[in-house]
């Protein structure tokens, strides 16, 4: 899943909290004040950035620079300042957080092992001029003939479907609307095919939480990907709706 792209149930609750990264640098309010994030993608439309909770750590003052979309790599059990409460929040669980909640107390660590997270930062885009032509459409969806998604959250600003792949099997031929980004809760190896690209394999796994931003493909170019690996891969997309 590289060739065509740059690599690299939802809950709304007061959660988590880091040191300043650019989105949050940017807008003047820090996202966590106490742990720091790597950035793996920043374009346009989004800011991603990958964090890694180790056990007993806190992540500090937690708060929102901007409406953002969290997503758990590897969960764990994250233990609330504000209230005291323990929350377990397992492998592949979103949550959205809109830019006008308050900051909290942020989060420790309760457990034995990381806790990996990744945090999509959306930015702001100029909507589109009323009566402007529509290309694609209405329902954003992805639609996987083969493969039936779970449909995680949906909300005015995206769209987060969760598929699984399992070894050997092909997605059926799909189409990609603009601005759609995956992300690996479990990576794995690809192959691809389309009416212009014969079938091959891509030559590394991706790994669990890489993530990538999507071009455009339309249906009529016969795209599909397959698991080409032993393991089923996990994946998460989020299409944005602007």
Do not use: C
């Not at 939802?10 to 720091?36: E, K, N």
């Not at 409460?85 to 669980?93: C, F, K, N």
């Not at 529509?134 to 779970?150: F, M, R, S, T, V």
């Amino acid at each position: 899943m590289k060739s065509w792209l740059t690599q690299t149930g939802a809950l709304v609750v007061p959660l988590l909290a880091m040191t300043p990264s650019p989105a949050a640098a940017a807008s003047g309010a820090p996202i966590y004040a106490s742990l720091q994030g790597e950035v793996v993608l920043d374009n346009a439309r989004v800011l991603v950035e990958k964090f890694v909770l180790q056990p007993a750590q806190s992540t500090g003052r937690h708060g929102h620079p901007a409406d953002q979309l969290l997503v758990f790599i590897k969960g764990g059990v994250l233990k609330s300042a504000d209230t005291g409460r323990a929350t377990l929040w397992r492998e592949g669980r979103v949550v959205w957080q809109s830019a006008t909640e308050r900051p909290d107390g942020g989060s420790t660590n309760a457990g034995t092992a990381p806790i990996v997270m990744i945090w999509v930062t959306l930015k702001n885009v100029v909507p589109a001029k009323p009566g402007a032509a529509k290309q694609w459409p209405e329902d954003a969806h992805l639609n996987y003939p083969n493969i039936p998604g779970e449909d995680l959250l949906e909300n005015d600003r995206v769209i987060v479907q969760r598929f699984v792949v399992n070894p050997g099997q092909w997605e059926g031929v799909h189409a990609h609307r603009p601005d759609m980004l995956y992300i690996h809760i479990k990576g794995g190896r690809w192959a691809v095919r389309s009416k212009k690209e014969a079938e091959h394999l891509y030559p590394d796994p991706d790994p669990d939480g890489a993530v990538g931003w999507m071009s455009p493909i339309d249906i009529s170019e016969g795209h599909e990907s397959g698991n080409a690996g032993k393991e089923p891969i996990d994946l998460v997309w989020v299409t944005l709706k602007e």
